[in-house]
């Protein structure tokens, strides 16, 4: 069993700034790619920072300059920086990794359960 644990989010004002982070845990044997996505109200989830096994790093045009993401390989963790936060970053942040469990031998998209980011102008 593999869950991924967000947290991070809150309510800030325009200008302001978040760390999410993000952890996997359970029975890992690896893990490749980790991701960030979004879903705003009435919206398709869309990638914000995605990272492979070793780099590097893509974001989404909307983010870029403001938003960094980081991983702890060590502790199995993504993090996500956010600077200069505006309302239309306003969503809910899930976290995505794929992953390789013992039993499985094969690797699987695991979701977090999400974390509402709301900023206010």
């Known amino acids: 069993q593999v869950q991924l644990v967000e947290s991070g989010g809150g309510m800030v004002q325009a200008g302001e700034s978040l760390r999410l982070s993000c952890t996997a845990s359970?029975?890992?044997?690896?893990?490749?790619?980790m991701a960030w996505y979004r879903q705003a109200p009435e919206k398709q989830r869309e990638l914000v920072a995605f990272i492979g096994s070793s780099g590097p790093i893509d974001y989404a045009d909307s983010v870029k300059g403001r938003f960094t993401l980081d991983r702890d390989n060590a502790k199995n963790t993504v993090y996500l920086q956010m600077n200069s936060l505006k309302p239309e970053d306003t969503a809910v942040y899930y976290c995505?990794?794929?992953?390789?469990?013992?039993?499985?031998?094969?690797?699987?998209?695991?979701w977090g359960q999400g974390t509402q980011v709301t900023v206010s102008s």
């Open positions: 359970g029975s890992i044997f690896s893990v490749s790619a």
């Open positions: 995505n990794a794929v992953i390789r469990t013992y039993s499985s031998g094969r690797n699987v998209d695991y």
